[in-house]
């Protein structure tokens, strides 16, 4: 009797009773131990009481989880990993914090990060004002009680010793933990878009999941840094899809049921619903309240759309209130984005479980390119036993990354510093369900049917943001062809095409030819240039080659493509003019490919037949960046003056900005700068070593950390060599 009863209450419930079962043993023995407390340093029971029945099985050397977070809690080890220890996490490192501090007082317990990743009555402040310190720990795990949070701190705030008794054992009778916040409506966000869902009934058997449509505001794409979520209790999940651009949109702000309160799909929906789910997800949640910021200079872009779909899905709250939801997007200026991330997501589609069995199911999917993970969680329903995720290949081949056992709640792991997947590693997940019921279950959309899901959020090794300043500037074009290819850069062909001996070409053309290309037969071919080094196309701004048509003949289909990496431009579509017989020149903005890694391969395929020419191929270097503080543009005549002359600058006196010329006869180390009449510096102009030249500087009068000068007079001093000239210039705001 008992036995039907659980299996028809599923699956999961059976090994939540088991766990609670080990859960109260322990406590029990605990208890036990309570007479001989009066011995024990006040460590030692934090250790014994709350350490190793909370922390240990996550924090144990050799543990996958362990070596995540660096920290090992079990005992003999523990107090070493903790006093005045410097966090694994980089946010709080950087904010000076020790795991804990033994400065004592309220100091201490301010300075320990141990602190903040337990007290969960304080995680409103723990994830608003720190979004980047990870999880309250136990992780996955009900909150420390009040009573053991009280005996910690107290612990921490006289010094954190290791002997002696420092806290009122009687703190550990108060048992009461801190309980989530009740649902409250967001605050609409002073940048960014809000959501509001409800108040909505959930059927009241069952549970109820929906579509909602909510038109786009701006024709713009967005840049998104964070996400704030509120649900009422009882909701399983909420999900943020980016409606493509292109499809019909459907009616704004109505709910469009996966199924009414009958239980019959509305397939409709359900196929609208499958279409989104792997292109179009952008952020969820399936926790009742969530804030979450990306590290600092990362955004996530979101393209320009017609409007976004929202994915509710509740079961009935257990206040019977009906479900609400509200959802914060914030988002930034274009200017302020360094890192541009990507959602994403693995997701097996084949799945098959039999009735009445337990059945694992794993697959492992590669990445192609080097991403930093810097959010993950999983996805399945209620037959979920296990949700594991571990990493393959690399350094951290075969480490557990992530674990749970809720289904509902799956947790959102945070990765500071982000998990680094390199090209060929990858995730393998591996999911074990107990299907109770007489059906076998497949994948789909229905909480009784099954899936298989990794979401993540990543930004790829190259990904440039509208804000960011290239951090290594090329300063000249990267040739990749010229009378030859350039050493580092080799040249493969496939298909019907010749490379020919790029050197020994004929040079009827131009004088200098040095790509000939012969297509022996019609077909497909490709050449490609490969390099041995990958290179960084920041500070690139376009690629650019010389092409002549030769002889070239066009098929029906004509195809002629240019690839950087994997993404392409169709060189046929006004950038080349296979009719027109000469030289032609052709410029590709290097945003075109919409790059998001290092470029190793370049090559050029299509079914042209006959011979062409190349030549000139190279990535063209963009304006250098302004430099920090003072603005200053230098350029050089190569001409060799016959003196070393400071002229006069001019405009003077100037207000916006003026010009400073001078000539070096010898290449020597200069330091141009301007003083006060006293003689302090204000700005740096040149520095370091020059050719023999003629240079003008153009400065806008502001001092090395970027501030406009006062109005007055200055000097401006040149030291070549031994030489030194100095003039006065007069800077009038
Ligand atoms: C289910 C596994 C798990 C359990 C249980 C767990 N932790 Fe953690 N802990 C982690 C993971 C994973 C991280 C790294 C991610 C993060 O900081 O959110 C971490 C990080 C930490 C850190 C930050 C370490 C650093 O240097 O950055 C502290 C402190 C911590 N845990 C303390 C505890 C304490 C105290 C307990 C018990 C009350 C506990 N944890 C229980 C998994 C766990």
């Not at 000097?715 to 070549?720: D, P, S, T």
Request: aromatic share 10%; hydrophobic share 35%.
């Amino acid at each position: 009797m008992l036995r039907t009863q659980m299996m028809s209450t599923g699956g999961a419930l059976l090994i939540c009773a088991a766990i609670l079962t080990v859960l109260n043993g322990s406590t029990v023995s605990a208890l036990d131990d309570e007479p001989e407390d009066g011995e024990r340093a006040t460590w030692e029971t934090i250790q014994q009481d709350i350490l190793n029945i909370n922390c240990g099985g996550c924090h144990s050397a050799g543990s996958s989880l362990a070596r995540q977070s660096g920290l090992v809690l079990t005992e003999k080890e523990a107090y070493g990993q903790l006093i005045d220890v410097v966090p694994r996490n980089t946010a709080a490192a950087g904010d000076g914090l020790k795991r804990v501090s033994s400065a004592g007082g309220l100091p201490g317990v301010e300075q320990s990060f141990l602190w903040e990743k337990i007290n969960a009555s304080e995680q409103d402040h723990f994830y608003d004002d720190h979004p980047h310190y990870g999880a309250i720990m136990p992780l996955g795990q009900p909150y420390l009680s009040n009573g053991e949070l009280a005996y910690i701190e107290a612990w921490i705030r006289s010094g954190a010793p290791e002997d002696g008794v420092v806290a009122d054992p009687v703190l550990l009778a108060d048992e009461t933990r801190f309980a989530a916040p009740e649902f409250v409506a967001l605050v609409p966000p002073g940048q960014g878009i809000q959501f509001h869902v409800g108040p909505f009934e959930v059927w009241e058997k069952d549970d109820r999941e929906f579509l909602y449509f909510e038109p786009m505001v701006t024709a713009e794409e967005l840049y998104v840094t964070g996400y704030e979520i509120s649900m009422r209790p009882g909701s399983h999940h909420f999900i943020v899809f980016n409606y493509p651009d292109g499809k019909p949109t459907p009616e704004p702000s109505v709910y469009r049921d996966l199924r009414d309160p009958q239980g019959k799909h509305n397939l409709h929906v359900l196929s609208q619903l499958a279409e989104l789910f792997p292109s179009g997800f952008f952020v969820g949640t399936q926790t009742p309240y969530i804030n979450y910021r990306f590290p600092p200079g990362v955004a996530l872009r979101l393209p320009p759309g017609t409007g976004f779909d929202l994915d509710s899905h509740s079961v009935p709250s257990p206040d019977g209130k009906p479900g609400e939801v509200y959802a914060n997007i914030y988002t930034v200026d274009r200017s302020e984005v360094e890192k541009v991330a990507y959602p994403a997501n693995f997701n097996n589609g084949e799945i098959n479980l039999p009735p009445h069995e337990t059945t694992t199911l794993s697959k492992t999917f590669q990445f192609s390119e080097t991403r930093n993970i810097i959010q993950m969680w999983s996805h399945a329903h209620e037959k979920m036993l296990e949700f594991s995720i571990v990493a393959v290949g690399g350094e951290r081949d075969g480490e557990m990354l992530y674990w749970t056992n809720d289904w509902e709640h799956p947790p959102l792991l945070e990765f500071d510093p982000p998990l680094v997947m390199e090209s060929g590693q990858g995730l393998q997940m591996i999911t074990t369900y107990h299907n109770w019921t007489d059906e076998t279950i497949n994948f789909g959309a229905r909480s009784t049917d099954e899936m298989q899901f990794i979401f993540y959020i990543y930004y790829p090794e190259y990904s440039p943001g509208p804000g960011a300043v290239p951090h290594e500037w090329p300063g000249e074009d990267l040739l990749i062809m010229d009378e030859d290819l350039l050493p580092g850069w080799r040249a493969e062909s496939n298909g019907s095409v010749e490379l020919v001996d790029l050197t020994a070409a004929d040079k009827v053309h131009r004088g200098n030819v040095a790509g000939s290309f012969r297509l022996k037969r019609s077909g497909t071919w490709a050449v490609r240039f490969q390099s041995d080094d990958p290179v960084n196309p920041g500070g690139y701004i376009a690629l650019r080659f010389a092409f002549h048509p030769g002889d070239v003949t066009l098929p029906a289909n004509p195809r002629f493509r240019l690839f950087v990496n994997s993404a392409w431009v169709n060189l046929l579509e006004d950038m080349v003019d296979v009719e027109r017989k000469e030289w032609q020149l052709v410029e590709i903005p290097v945003e075109e490919f919409g790059l998001r890694r290092f470029i190793d391969s370049i090559q050029f395929s299509g079914n042209l037949g006959g011979t062409f020419y190349l030549d000139d191929i190279r990535l063209v270097a963009g304006e250098p960046p302004p430099q920090p503080g003072t603005a200053v543009v230098e350029s050089q005549d190569a001409t060799v003056p016959e003196t070393f002359t400071l002229d006069q600058n001019y405009p003077n006196p100037f207000n916006l900005d003026t010009t400073i010329r001078f000539d070096l006869p010898l290449s020597e180390e200069i330091d141009l700068a301007v003083y006060n009449l006293i003689g302090q510096k204000f700005a740096t102009l040149a520095q370091g070593l020059r050719e023999a030249g003629t240079y003008t500087l153009r400065w806008d009068g502001r001092d090395d950390d970027g501030r406009d000068l006062a109005t007055g007079v200055y000097l401006y001093r040149l030291k070549a060599g031994e030489r030194v000239e100095t003039r006065k210039l007069l800077l009038l705001r």
